[in-house]
């Protein structure tokens, strides 16, 4: 026993000796460290310390986002339920009940509104009220006031211009920091509550209205379906994005609880920035639910300070102009470019005070000077007419006249009369025609016209010093014209340069585009088919355009040209062309006639036929139908001249690389830019893969329409142009290529958006495809008793998460409820979606597509 007792001993004695050895050499080792081992030993120390502050800082971000009313924890963590919460069905309930009630009667209930804080804008308020009362005679006018800073001698004038004085009290700023000039401005957010009205329509004091605009409150009709809230037009920035637009002029729904919400929001600190008061507020709470209208709906003075003529160019359009600069009514001596802006403003003040002045159109046009009885401002004649009948050499380009609507059905019914501006003047077999575009109206209804169409027993609207150049666009009237033909961007030529000879060089290009819409009318607002103005596409199929010039006046090449393209977008519009002279009238194509809507460059001898003829299948032109009949004899090509990846029933699609095809696609893109204002005409088609959509039978595949995709699109763009034929538009086509689009998405597992900026209904048409496809997940998961995440939608549908989050909030499914938000799937909203499910569009089978996504290498992709 004690033998054993002594092994153990020793045994514990020999481990310890061997620890404390182990010990010592370990401490040795670190004593002994090399200074290269002290410098990783020190720098592993301060990543590690830079990892933990970079910690801190994410944590404290992210606590400070969920202390922000907007964004509530569900939007945090990324999970949104479809909640069937009784309380807030409730609130929107009784909501909808008390405006109803309220209104007693069925049309809606508008209303203008405005402020008058001291009397030193009472002039600027008494004038705004004359003109809206002028343009907008149905609608009441309501202008809230503090009790103690206006008169009883001040509300009795108000009154007489038909203004409501209606007491407000006060909303001080919540912390300090606001301009004195802005320090009552908070008290505009009580016009939320005033919820016994449909839509207010809110306009400073310091501003007038120029044009009526009553079709702007069709944005509140259907809000209960289309949830809309909020409308306003852009700011002008001066380097400054933290205000989108401007408070001045206003389009809302008001609303009980989004009153409240306000009331609880804007006392937060740091949430937006105090120095511009109500504005940076508004600007924050409705950052994912504004609708932007357009700058003529708050015509900002600051406009001019740069762009001087915009008054004139626009004013047809205006339909408020905000003096923000400097008020008329304060100002006696503007600067030079607010002379004609400030003239205006003293001629609808005069008239509302009837003061007697020269003879002057109802609405005072821009540049108009008056007389004055008393005036130190200088006096010249004001623009009159005074002619009773027109002559042809009355008419010239630029000058607006009426014409006759085309009667296409030849019905009894009296002519039609619509104000138009001349834009160019041809001789065609003798005969003087004139190229009229319809003011108000899309460009596509843009036309040749003889004088027969004219109205000869109405005056004549003289042009304002610019005039339109024979190609079509604006020019100064010592510029030189261009040629029908052939005209160029920028107004500039190349000498012995047409349209159809072959470029010299492959990278010269053009731009060709327009700021205008290509769609049906606005109140179509699902629109099922539509054209992305966002489209890319090449030049002739010889390659023969004249180079566009840039800034200095010189040709891009072709590395300029790219790197524009990347910083701009390929489908952007291009700010420095002015609109065409639609070139072409018609084009058959297969067995239809088409009338065309916009320019393309074809060749120039193009422009004197009456139709030109297009093969269907490869998509060569010709001048007369005689050439195509001898075409098609030689012409084998039955399809496009790709790969079929898809087939069902009579739908088939076809994949063609621009590096391979460049003919045919470039064919493509000349095409479609007849029927696409914004698109840009690019030689190089090699970027871009193309999917045409065609429709079999017996006698081939005629092409119904096409998308177009960067083959490599570092911004995660999964659509570049897209196009639907005119002869197929309003069958569905336009979604079934939609929907195609995101099915290859999903095959290449990646999400991805349409190319921006989509035009405004082309963002509507998206949204329809959007709307249905979250709608059907949702409704989903709601009858599963299921949760779901944005992410997890965005997986499944291969729409961005940005998309998703846009749509949700543009149809009114997201509310604020207990500090948070929520999706709410109101019952009007589902019954819609069900009548358009209902209507069983074409939907595209994943089980009929037969596609590999096409990968590329550095080699083949250094074009890019």
């Given at each position: 026993m004690n033998s054993q007792v002594d092994e153990a001993a020793h045994s514990l004695l020999g481990n310890i000796e061997k620890t404390t050895q182990t010990s010592r050499f370990l401490c040795s080792r670190?004593?002994?460290?090399?200074?290269?081992?002290?410098?990783?030993?020190?720098?592993?120390?301060?990543?590690?310390?830079?990892?933990?502050?970079?910690?801190?800082?994410?944590?404290?971000?992210?606590?400070?986002?969920?202390?922000?009313?907007?964004?509530?924890?569900?939007?945090?963590?990324?999970?949104?339920?479809?909640?069937?919460?009784?309380?807030?069905?409730?609130?929107?309930?009784?909501?909808?009940?008390?405006?109803?009630?309220?209104?007693?009667?069925?049309?809606?209930?508008?209303?203008?509104?405005?402020?008058?804080?001291?009397?030193?804008?009472?002039?600027?308020?008494?004038?705004?009220?004359?003109?809206?009362?002028?343009?907008?005679?149905?609608?009441?006018?309501?202008?809230?006031?503090?009790?103690?800073?206006?008169?009883?001698?001040?509300?009795?004038?108000?009154?007489?211009?038909?203004?409501?004085?209606?007491?407000?009290?006060?909303?001080?700023?919540?912390?300090?920091?606001?301009?004195?000039?802005?320090?009552?401005?908070?008290?505009?957010?009580?016009?939320?509550?005033?919820?016994?009205?449909?839509?207010?329509?809110?306009?400073?004091?310091?501003?007038?209205?120029?044009?009526?605009?009553?079709?702007?409150?069709e944005l509140i009709k259907d809000a209960n379906v289309t949830g809309f809230e909020f409308a306003a037009a852009p700011d002008v920035f001066d380097g400054n994005l933290d205000n989108t637009f401007n408070a001045g002029s206003m389009i809302f729904r008001p609303t009980k609880i989004v009153y409240d919400e306000m009331m609880r929001t804007y006392k937060i600190p740091g949430n937006y920035k105090i120095t511009f008061a109500e504005q940076a507020f508004l600007n924050e709470f409705y950052r994912f639910r504004l609708i932007t209208l357009p700058s003529t709906f708050n015509f900002n003075l600051s406009l001019l300070k740069k762009h001087r003529y915009l008054w004139k160019l626009l004013f047809d359009e205006i339909?408020?102009?905000?003096?923000?600069?400097?008020?008329?009514?304060?100002?006696?001596?503007?600067?030079?470019?607010?002379?004609?802006?400030?003239?205006?403003?003293?001629?609808?003040?005069?008239?509302?005070?009837k003061k007697p002045t020269t003879p002057r159109p109802t609405t005072p046009r821009p540049g108009t000077p008056r007389h004055h009885n008393n005036s130190s401002r200088p006096s010249t004649p004001t623009y009159n007419n005074g002619a009773t009948t027109t002559t042809i050499q009355d008419i010239t380009i630029g000058c607006k006249v009426y014409v006759t609507v085309n009667n296409k059905e030849k019905t009894a019914d009296p002519p039609e009369y619509r104000k138009a501006e001349i834009l160019s003047t041809r001789i065609n077999n003798g005969i003087t025609e004139y190229y009229v575009h319809f003011l108000e109206f899309n460009k596509r209804l843009d036309e040749w016209i003889p004088m027969e169409r004219i109205d000869i027993s109405r005056e004549v609207e003289k042009s304002s010093g610019r005039k339109r150049a024979k190609g079509g666009g604006l020019r100064d009237s010592d510029a030189p014209n261009n040629s029908l033909a052939s005209p160029l961007s920028n107004g500039n030529r190349t000498p012995n340069r047409n349209l159809g000879v072959p470029a010299t060089t492959v990278?010269?290009?053009?731009?060709?585009?327009?700021?205008?819409?290509?769609?049906?009318?606005?109140?179509?607002?699902?629109?099922?088919?539509?054209?992305?103005?966002?489209?890319?596409?090449?030049?002739?199929?010889?390659?023969?355009?004249?180079?566009?010039?840039?800034?200095?006046?010189?040709?891009?090449?072709?590395?300029?040209?790219?790197?524009?393209?990347?910083?701009?977008?390929?489908?952007?519009?291009?700010?420095?062309?002015?609109?065409?002279?639609?070139?072409?009238?018609?084009?058959?194509?297969?067995?239809?006639?088409?009338?065309?809507?916009?320019?393309?460059?074809?060749?120039?001898?193009?422009?004197?036929?009456?139709?030109?003829?297009?093969?269907?299948?490869?998509?060569?032109?010709?001048?007369?139908?005689?050439?195509?009949?001898?075409?098609?004899?030689?012409?084998?090509?039955?399809?496009?001249?790709?790969?079929?990846?898809?087939?069902?029933?009579?739908?088939?699609?076809?994949?063609?690389?621009?590096?391979?095809?460049?003919?045919?696609?470039?064919?493509?893109?000349?095409?479609?830019?007849?029927?696409?204002?914004?698109?840009?005409?690019?030689?190089?088609?090699?970027?871009?893969?193309?999917?045409?959509?065609?429709?079999?039978?017996?006698?081939?595949?005629?092409?119904?329409?096409?998308?177009?995709?960067?083959?490599?699109?570092?911004?995660?763009?999964?659509?570049?142009?897209?196009?639907?034929?005119?002869?197929?538009?309003?069958?569905?086509?336009?979604?079934?290529?939609?929907?195609?689009?995101y099915e290859l998405s999903k095959k290449e597992g990646k999400v991805g958006s349409p190319e921006k900026p989509l035009s405004d209904l082309g963002l509507l048409s998206y949204r329809a495809y959007w709307t249905e496809v979250i709608l059907d997940i949702l409704l989903e998961t709601k009858a599963n008793s299921d949760e779901i995440t944005i992410e997890e939608i965005s997986n499944r549908t291969s729409i961005t998460t940005t998309d998703i989050l846009q749509t949700l909030q543009t149809i009114g499914a997201i509310k604020p409820y207990k500090g948070q938000q929520i999706i709410w799937l109101s019952d009007a909203l589902v019954a819609a979606h069900e009548k358009t499910k209902s209507k069983n569009h074409r939907t595209i089978d994943e089980n009929c597509l037969q596609w590999t996504p096409p990968h590329f290498t550095s080699n083949q992709l250094r074009f890019i």
């Open positions: 670190r004593l002994c460290l090399s200074k290269a081992g002290r410098i990783r030993l020190l720098i592993r120390v301060l990543v590690g310390l830079l990892v933990i502050v970079v910690y801190t800082v994410l944590v404290v971000f992210v606590v400070d986002l969920v202390k922000t009313p907007w964004f509530g924890s569900n939007l945090l963590n990324g999970t949104y339920a479809c909640h069937d919460t009784v309380s807030c069905e409730q609130r929107l309930e009784q909501k909808e009940s008390i405006s109803i009630g309220s209104n007693n009667s069925s049309s809606p209930n508008y209303a203008f509104f405005s402020s008058l804080y001291n009397e030193k804008y009472l002039e600027g308020a008494l004038t705004l009220g004359y003109t809206i009362k002028k343009h907008h005679p149905n609608h009441q006018m309501h202008i809230i006031y503090f009790p103690e800073k206006l008169s009883k001698a001040t509300l009795c004038k108000l009154r007489a211009i038909e203004w409501i004085p209606r007491v407000a009290v006060r909303i001080p700023p919540p912390w300090s920091g606001v301009s004195e000039n802005f320090a009552d401005q908070f008290t505009k957010l009580r016009l939320w509550s005033y919820d016994e009205f449909d839509g207010i329509a809110y306009i400073d004091s310091d501003a007038l209205v120029v044009h009526p605009f009553d079709k702007t409150f339909k408020v102009v905000h003096y923000t600069v400097l008020k008329p009514f304060l100002t006696s001596s503007p600067p030079q470019y607010l002379s004609e802006v400030f003239e205006f403003w003293h001629q609808e003040n005069d008239a509302m005070h990278g010269q290009k053009r731009k060709i585009s327009a700021m205008e819409d290509v769609h049906t009318p606005l109140s179509e607002t699902y629109a099922e088919d539509f054209d992305n103005d966002t489209g890319s596409g090449p030049g002739t199929p010889n390659g023969g355009y004249a180079a566009a010039a840039d800034g200095s006046g010189g040709p891009l090449s072709k590395k300029q040209e790219l790197e524009k393209l990347r910083v701009s977008g390929s489908m952007t519009q291009s700010n420095s062309e002015i609109s065409r002279v639609k070139n072409l009238e018609r084009i058959h194509i297969g067995k239809f006639d088409v009338e065309t809507w916009y320019f393309s460059p074809y060749p120039a001898e193009y422009a004197s036929a009456s139709t030109i003829y297009i093969c269907e299948f490869c998509l060569f032109h010709f001048v007369s139908e005689r050439q195509l009949r001898r075409h098609l004899k030689k012409c084998n090509i039955l399809h496009p001249p790709g790969n079929e990846i898809y087939r069902k029933d009579d739908i088939s699609f076809f994949e063609i690389d621009g590096h391979k095809q460049k003919t045919y696609c470039r064919n493509l893109c000349l095409l479609s830019k007849l029927f696409l204002d914004h698109k840009t005409l690019y030689y190089d088609v090699d970027p871009f893969l193309f999917y045409i959509m065609c429709k079999r039978d017996s006698k081939g595949c005629h092409m119904i329409g096409y998308f177009s995709k960067e083959k490599e699109s570092t911004e995660g763009y999964n659509l570049a142009c897209i196009l639907t034929l005119p002869q197929y538009q309003r069958q569905g086509y336009g979604r079934l290529l939609i929907a195609f689009s």
